[in-house]
């Protein structure tokens, strides 16, 4: 039996729901180039954030993003790797 570790992903999303900021946790080991997408479910919302691969977390201002939902993908290398729903209050 074979075990697959994920060595990219998301781990929170924090808070969740948010007004103004969310800190997005991430863990990146041995990439590349990584960035996050944000995209509107109900709008046509879309934002790339590139992230610092040493790192850990970012913090996103939301402020201006209109009340909804949006999925937050990872993308490394190139890839979509992960993703998580964030609630814009």
Avoid: H, W
Avoid at 5 to 13: A, C, D, G
Avoid at 23 to 51: C, F
Avoid at 52 to 60: G, K, P
Avoid at 65 to 70: A, F, S
């Amino acid at each position: 039996m074979d075990v697959t570790v994920n060595r990219f992903y998301l781990k929170t999303i924090v808070p969740n729901p948010a007004t103004n900021s969310a800190v997005i946790n991430y863990k990146t080991i041995d990439v590349t180039s990584a960035y996050l997408k944000v995209i509107g479910t109900n709008t046509n919302t879309s934002n790339n954030y590139i992230i610092n691969t040493n790192q850990e977390q970012v913090s996103l201002n939301i402020s201006n993003y209109p009340t909804g939902y949006y999925t937050i993908a990872l993308v490394c290398n190139g890839e979509i790797v992960d993703a998580k729903t964030l609630i814009k209050n």
